[in-house]
């Protein structure tokens, strides 16, 4: 009985040392492509992105919640949680056409920067995003910097390596618009979608040369992914051209090279970006962090 319970008390030791994120990180940085289908990652012409891919963990077959739009897999990506429960159920929802199973002291369904404001009082976070649907979807009253790009993706890269370099936030949410305009203008597997996604790898490496002169690339993480793909020329579909997304993370602790092979849901970035932090996840989410990038 004796080494029964001594060996089941070393399997939970070992279990939780596996799981304690690492120690270095002080900064996290989310990159969200709006309409990047999953289908394009590997095929696309995007040597900055692709070299977060060689120098962390990533996947082509993470997966968006239904509808594949955008404000319901935004609201789903930043709160752990899928429609049901935080109830954001169109392209263009503002607020739930379903009652939130649960607010917080902000009026709104629990995001990251609720989370983090809640349970890091004093750490740093900044939001740039492009699409104005974003700002409807998290607590502007817990965020020390807010930037409305007003659909100029080059102006909010900019204006995020701008805050990286002098601000250096605790995390760094930058939303860009394309390559999801391009693919309702032209079509999705377009030679201008990939043209397209070749100057969201340029707005990428901005940010990654902004961590670089800031002198925080060895403890920054920065994590890449999409609310949603597309076909033709639209998205809200099931096809997997619609449903797969991108999931990129690279930074201290990450498995190099690795192709990812544990199942990705998009509210699982909520999930994963609290463990990182080492915060405490809402009862209400139900996205799980993940964890094989940082596997033996």
């Known amino acids: 009985m004796k080494k029964f319970l001594k060996s089941t008390i070393l399997l939970l030791c070992i279990a939780v040392c596996a799981q304690a994120q690492p120690k ?3 900064h ?9 289908g999953g289908y394009a990652l590997q095929e696309a012409n995007m040597p900055n992105l692709k070299a977060l891919m060689a120098n962390g963990s990533w996947t082509d077959k993470a997966r968006c919640v239904l509808p594949s739009s955008s404000a319901v897999n935004w ?5 752990g949680a899928g429609p049901t429960e935080h ?24 995001t990251i920067f609720s989370v983090i404001r809640d349970q890091k009082k004093t750490a740093k976070t900044a939001i ?20 409305n790009g007003k659909e100029k993706d080059d102006f909010c890269a900019d204006t995020a390596a701008a805050i990286i370099k002098k601000e250096k936030p605790y995390f760094t949410f930058l939303h860009l618009d394309e390559p999801d305009n391009t693919g309702h203008a032209i079509g999705h597997r377009t030679p201008a979608y990939y ?48 449903v797969q997304i991108p999931w990129i993370i690279s930074g201290p602790g990450v498995r190099k090279n690795h192709e ?23 009862q209400s989410w139900r996205g799980k962090p993940v964890l094989e990038p940082f596997g033996k």
């Open 24 to 26: 270095k990180i002080k």
């Open 28 to 36: 996290v940085i989310l990159i969200g492509c709006d309409g990047f």
């Open 75 to 79: 609201a789903s990506l930043l709160m």
């Open 87 to 110: 109830g954001y159920t169109e392209w263009d929802s503002k607020v739930p056409e379903i009652p939130s199973v649960t607010k917080t002291s902000y009026g709104i369904f629990p």
């Open 128 to 147: 740039v995003y492009s699409w104005n649907g974003i700002g409807y979807l998290f607590e502007k009253e817990a965020v020390n910097i807010v930037v």
């Open 195 to 242: 043209k397209q996604l070749e100057l969201v790898d340029q707005r990428i490496g901005k940010i990654v040369k902004a961590v670089k002169d800031a002198g925080i690339a060895d403890e920054t993480i920065i994590l890449v992914t999409a609310d949603h793909g597309g076909t033709g020329k639209g998205h809200g579909g099931k096809s997997l051209d619609e």
């Open 260 to 282: 990812i092979r544990d199942v990705i849901i998009t509210y699982d970035t909520a999930a994963t970006l609290a463990w990182l932090m080492g915060l405490q996840q809402p």
